[in-house]
């Protein structure tokens, strides 16, 4: 029996200097694709796999994010009042009920493992294992289900560490996890060891960690140590590679588009396809 997944965190206390001057005073996880924030796909892609506690790893000035899942009942009575049901569904449906969503301060850019290890407290590190969302890596399936969902079905099987992965140009594994593979097996490729973004040159593959991920309580233990890694920062890529050998790695091939909404182009690209995907004509 694998541990249940039943909780994500969701790192978003990052200053998103890439959008300068967009998110002076907006979070980059609020700036929209057509009509919806990113952070609330990376919430109802969650929700979509099961996932009925979100964790949010907040900076001071990030209040934006909250407000957003919170109810507004001036909007939403003006909304019923006008009959405009199509608009109270859609304020409604990104509320998340009370209970279900927690906001925790970073109160240093430590890094992404550091992000993480601030979750720990809503956990039960003895008897479940977590999700892991990163709202840049906006990933769409159209016609199946989305990637969390996916990974934590492949997980039901596999058990242990697993993120999603894609390849990448040699040239750019310098901006990701990459993964030094020992075996393949469908959509799923077994490490023997992760590298914070190595150079071209040293990569072992071009086999890139994206930002979804189901973590065992182990790598908290590894997390609590905080030691630095590439950037000086706390790297989570560091503590999974350290639980490799007594808990297995595994990289998933989801199926569906990955933009990286974390860069302006991504970001455009992204609006794009959605566009394009939603479009009725
Ligand atoms: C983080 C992780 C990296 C991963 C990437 C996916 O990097 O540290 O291992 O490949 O997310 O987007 P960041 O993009 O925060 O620099």
Redesign the pocket.
Known sequence: MVKPVRKAIFPVA?LGTRFLPATKAIPKEMLPVLNKPLIQYAVEEALDAGIDTFIFIVSEGKEAIKDHFAPSPELESMLEEQGKHDLLALVQGAVLKTGRAAYIIQDQPL??GHAIWCGRNELDLDNEAVAVI?P??LILNQSGPGCLKQMIEIYQNVGGNLAAVENVPREQTN????LDVVSEDGALAKAKGLV??PDPADAPSTL????RYVLQPEVFTYLDKKERG?GNEI???DAMAQTIGHIDFHGFRFEGTRF?C?NQIGFVEANVAFAKAHSTS
Do not use: H, M, N, P
């Open positions: 990052g890094g992404l990163l840049d890596d901006r990701y996890g990459i914070e973004k890139s960690i994206i930002g590439a790297q989570l890529t990286d974390g």
